[in-house]
């Protein structure tokens, strides 16, 4: 199953442990977070949020 379309990176990490999960669509968080931080730091943020409590 796939999930997207809300994620944030407050959410992304519980999101991702929910078992059958296959895919993340982050597109529009990724995004809105480059505004502000730029794409290279936004993609650094995100892929750290998607990992906490791994």
Do not use: C, P, W
Not at 14 to 22: D, K, M, R, T
Not at 29 to 47: P, R, S, T, W
């Amino acid at each position: 199953m796939n999930a997207g379309h809300g994620l944030t990176r407050e959410n992304v990490s519980a999101i991702s442990q929910i078992e059958g999960i296959y895919k993340l669509n982050i597109g529009h968080a990724l995004i809105a977070d480059a505004v502000l931080v730029g794409l290279e730091q936004a993609f650094i943020m995100m892929k750290e949020a998607m990992y906490i409590d791994l």
